[in-house]
């Protein structure tokens, strides 16, 4: 089936550095990658939508300088979160939707990476 | 708007049981719909869409949904529930008619707790 392996499943990092999320599909193209943030007991909140070869399409309030999203390849989608805070301590989640309609999206709908929760001290 | 509801915040049913999710709708035209499950820290699994045919759609672990245009409800239901169901469950739609990019709308999510 369609899988999508995100790393790390888990990062504590310093307030004001970056860190960088990485979301690969596995045994399909992605051709639009989903990055989702979700606050405990809450729903996915869509942060981004990114198209492989273009710029990400940033939801309204979404800082674009903050939430740096590069979908360079088919394969790999990065969210890179800059200059840390503890308010952006959150776990985030990335999905991919690829191939063509009758293939991988009409049988498995999106596919969701396991998740990175961020902690910022 | 696009929105999707999922009234109840946790529901709860002794193992054995029939249990019921419920989820609404709100889209233009007819949608896509989909049920998701995530377990604690972790990301969301695909049980079941329906995206035309039979009303009732059958998914993963025994878990069914059944579309009603005219309710505009999607409920989420298993005959027998298992300790091992106790989740946080997601209704989620796509408007087939919409122009986007294709991104989910996902309901508050419902805390589903399945006792001995």
């Known amino acids: 089936g369609a899988v999508v392996s995100q790393h790390p499943s888990r990062v504590i990092c310093k307030s004001g550095t970056s860190v960088k999320i990485e979301c690969r599909s596995l045994?399909?193209?992605?051709?639009?990658m989903f990055w989702y943030r979700q606050f405990p007991k809450q729903s996915l909140m869509l942060m981004a939508t990114s198209n492989e070869g273009s710029k990400a399409t940033y939801e309204q309030g979404v800082e674009k300088d903050k939430f740096l999203i590069n979908h360079a390849s088919l394969t790999l989608s990065t969210l890179t979160v800059t200059s840390a805070h503890p308010e952006d301590s959150s776990f985030y989640i990335c999905?991919?939707?690829?191939?063509?309609?009758?293939?991988?999206?009409?049988?498995?709908?999106?596919?969701f990476g396991s998740g990175t929760r961020l902690t910022v001290v | 708007a696009q929105s999707v509801a999922q009234p109840e915040d946790q529901v709860n049913v002794a193992e054995g049981n029939p249990l019921t999710v419920k989820c609404t709708y709100s889209?233009?035209?007819?949608?896509?719909l989909f049920w998701y499950v995530q377990y604690p820290n972790r990301g969301l699994q695909f049980l079941l869409k329906?995206?035309?045919?039979?009303?009732l759609v059958k998914g993963s672990y025994g878990f069914e949904a059944e579309f009603n245009k005219s309710q505009t409800s999607f409920h989420l239901k298993k005959p027998s529930a298992l300790v091992s169901d106790s989740a946080l469950y997601f209704c989620a739609v796509r408007d087939r008619g919409s122009s986007n990019t294709g991104k989910l709308i996902f309901g508050q999510g419902t805390t589903l707790q399945v006792k001995p």
């Open positions: 889209v233009s035209g007819n949608p896509y």
């Open positions: 045994d399909f193209q992605a051709t639009t």
């Open positions: 999905s991919a939707r690829g191939g063509q309609a009758g293939a991988i999206w009409s049988t498995y709908g999106y596919t």
């Open positions: 329906y995206i035309t045919g039979d009303n």
